[in-house]
């Protein structure tokens, strides 16, 4: 019965999903993208935000939305579940601009909202396509304003543990000496583990971490700066595991296993 509720939820969220973006794509035509970078970005939250309670899994904000301010910024959201581009919709800044794989120009209705939004598509097989992706995307950030969103480990995490970031994120924070905005979910993973195609009811919670100022960054020391925003981003996704009751992570099991 479970299975089944999820499936009649997840349908009607799909439906939902198709008939808004249907909407948004065709007025987005119609007005040649005139007002995307000012209407994309509240339109998206409450799409997201809507689609979310739909499937039963509600986003919870643990401390308040950071992004009252206009300003150009590079936020990074943990990647755990196909739920989370409705997670990132959720909470965008105003402005908002984002960062996804090369392939989802295959991928229906989520192109053409690509496109509408005036977002970039990354081709990561090829590293100089990638650095010139990473180039226009900052200039874009700067000119206008925007808040560029990526997800730095690249690709869902198969057992919910946090991965390794890939550095292309914090090459336009240092490009363009943007603060970083560190934003942690938790619960995505249990609401839809990679390889299903249906959501199950589970509150997800979202945690903003404080803005990381980059004016200092060098290329010398690039890497000490992502580890260390690894480092806090993976002990407060821990801790909202934790206090969300969620199940232990395979690299925690290990830990106790060993403690003992």
């Known amino acids: 019965?479970?299975?089944?509720?999820?499936?009649?939820?997840?349908?009607?969220?799909?439906?939902?999903?198709?008939?808004?973006?249907?909407?948004?794509?065709?007025?987005?035509?119609?007005?040649?993208?005139?007002?995307?970078?000012?209407?994309?970005?509240p339109l998206m939250r409450f799409f997201g935000r809507t689609t979310l309670k739909i499937v039963g899994a509600p986003l919870i904000f643990k401390n308040d939305w950071p992004f009252t301010d206009e300003k150009p910024c590079v936020v990074i959201v943990n990647h755990q579940s196909t739920l989370d581009v409705l997670l990132a919709a959720s909470i965008c800044p105003n402005r908002a601009g984002a960062i996804g794989k090369k392939e989802l120009i295959w991928v229906p209705f989520m192109n053409l909202a690509w496109w509408s939004l005036r977002l970039f598509m990354v081709d990561r097989s090829n590293h100089e396509a990638a650095v010139r992706t990473i180039k226009e995307a900052t200039e874009n950030t700067l000119k206008h304003k925007r808040a560029v969103m990526l997800a730095p480990e690249g690709t869902r995490s198969k057992n919910a543990e946090l991965l390794p970031f890939k550095k292309g994120a914090f090459h336009i924070a240092l490009e363009g000496k943007l603060p970083i905005y560190p934003v942690v979910f938790s619960g995505a993973a249990e609401a839809m583990p990679k390889y299903t195609f249906w959501a199950y009811p589970q509150p997800i919670m979202a945690e903003f971490l404080p803005m990381v100022p980059t004016e200092d960054w060098t290329r010398e020391t690039l890497d000490q700066h992502i580890q260390a925003i690894h480092r806090d981003m993976n002990q407060a996704y821990l801790k909202l595991r934790h206090e969300m009751d969620l199940p232990l992570l395979p690299s925690q099991k290990s830990a106790e296993q060993e403690t003992k």
Do not use: P
């Open 1 to 41: 019965m479970r299975t089944i509720i999820a499936i009649i939820r997840s349908l009607a969220a799909l439906s939902f999903f198709i008939v808004y973006l249907t909407v948004f794509i065709v007025f987005s035509i119609l007005t040649l993208r005139r007002w995307s970078l000012h209407l994309g970005a």
